[in-house]
């Protein structure tokens, strides 16, 4: 363990193991799950810290974290195993938590990248929207106009407008208005190709529990974790939903069933949520 390097340029394995740190990229959780599943296999029993006082587990810790493995050698050789196995267990919790802050900050970027083309969405109307509120002005004083001077109002739009250009101003504000009301979650299946790349490592290196509230998510999260055991990536029409809020139901369900993408993203967003909340 102590010797097993890349090339002799290498860091030790034990020193790569101990250096994990939040990313906020697929690459980077899936580089803490490939410590994680290292320490896993190692497969120290919990059962060795039965016993210790806390604190000695803390300084044994501490003494994995600063040495190196020339100097773990030097240490007798009880030192150096207590060592050992007291990292190998510590570190696959602190590496759990590490995880779970990363796919915090992935869902975090996703949604603000999603403000930011809702944004850009709302910005590249802008010039459309000044053109047709311009044309209702227009449209509107000739209306006032000759409804003060006793004229016929539709005579008078049909001089100056005309109604089939009036009937196309009316069909602009109606399309603009759909295009303005865009929101983020319009746009957050872009990430979904993100998260696909470590997601159902996720998913299956996390022991989630949590009470009935959670029972939702956990239950959606049993069906993903089966679905990508299977290869399955097409839709399904018994996906669980529950764990839905409001403002996603419209995106993941629609006229012709589940929007499978929209589903895994909105549970990723629901597991990131249940994780922060203290629910899972």
């Known amino acids: 363990m102590l010797s097993d390097t890349v090339s002799s340029r290498a860091l030790t394995r034990f020193v790569w193991l101990r250096g994990f740190e939040s990313g906020a990229t697929s690459n980077a959780i899936n580089d803490l799950l490939d410590r994680l599943d290292w320490l896993r296999a190692v497969a120290v029993p919990t059962s060795v810290l039965e016993g210790v006082p806390l604190h000695r587990v803390a300084r044994l810790r501490r003494q994995g974290e600063r040495y190196f493995a020339d100097g773990l050698r030097d240490l007798p050789e009880d030192r150096r195993l207590a060592i050992l196995a007291v990292c190998a267990l510590e570190w696959q919790a602190a590496i759990a938590d590490v995880v779970i802050e990363s796919h915090d900050r992935i869902v975090g970027k996703t949604w603000k990248a999603a403000e930011r083309r809702a944004d850009t969405t709302a910005g590249d109307h802008r010039a459309s929207v000044a053109e047709t509120l311009r044309g209702f002005a227009d449209v509107g004083t000739t209306m006032l106009d000759a409804r003060s001077a006793s004229r ?76 990508n055991a299977a290869g399955d990536t097409g839709t399904r029409p018994d996906l669980p939903t529950l764990f839905l809020r409001r403002k996603w139901r419209a995106h993941v369900i629609g006229p012709e069933g589940i929007d499978r993408k929209n589903w895994e993203v909105a549970l990723l967003f629901a597991l990131r949520d249940g994780l922060r909340s203290g629910d899972l």
């Open 152 to 227: 016929s109002v539709g005579a008078s739009v049909d001089r100056s407008i005309g109604w089939e250009a009036f009937a196309q101003l009316v069909g602009n504000a109606g399309e603009l208005t759909g295009k303005l009301a865009v929101e983020p979650i319009n746009f957050v299946t872009d990430g979904h190709s993100r998260f696909r790349r470590y997601a159902p490592r996720l998913l299956t290196a996390l022991d989630l529990q949590g009470g009935r509230s959670a029972a939702p998510v956990l239950n959606a999260v049993t069906a993903l974790r089966a679905l």
